[in-house]
Nanobody
Framework: QVQLEESGGGLVQAGGSLRLSCAAP????????MAWYRQAPGKQRELVAR???????NYADSVKGRFTISRDNAKNTVYLQMNSLKPEDTAVYYC??????????????WGQGTQVTVSS
């Protein structure tokens, strides 16, 4: 099984910053779009940010302007820089990789999640 490894979560005060990291096998990372999802208790999992192989990014409206997703191809790592954190950002954050070997074919890989808690 391929499993992604998230790190960087923790407890931070509102207005603070955290940077999440996610390492993936190079064979997967180099050919996969990467994304960050989050899920708070009692809430549906939501897409936070996504970055394509070519570096095109997409963000949820709730984090736009505050979060930045990036990828370091040399390190096979995707990052989520989170600034101006709010209590509503509190959730378990999951790293996701989507491998598409062909049109109409895709495989998703996930990490175990890292807890982000923002206190008011």
């Amino acid at each position: 099984q391929v499993q992604l490894e998230e790190s960087g979560g923790g407890l931070v005060q509102a207005g603070g910053s955290l940077r999440l990291s996610c390492a993936a096998p190079g064979s997967i990372f180099s050919i996969s779009a990467m994304a960050w999802y989050r899920q708070a208790p009692g809430k549906q999992r939501e897409l936070v940010a996504r970055i394509s192989i070519g570096g095109t990014t997409n963000y949820a409206d709730s984090v736009k302007g505050r979060f930045t997703i990036s990828r370091d191809n040399a390190k096979n790592t995707v990052y989520l820089q989170m600034n101006s954190l709010k209590p509503e950002d509190t959730a378990v954050y999951y790293c996701n990789a989507v491998w598409m070997p062909a049109i109409g074919s895709r495989t998703d890989y996930w990490g175990q999640g890292t807890q982000v808690t923002v206190s008011s």
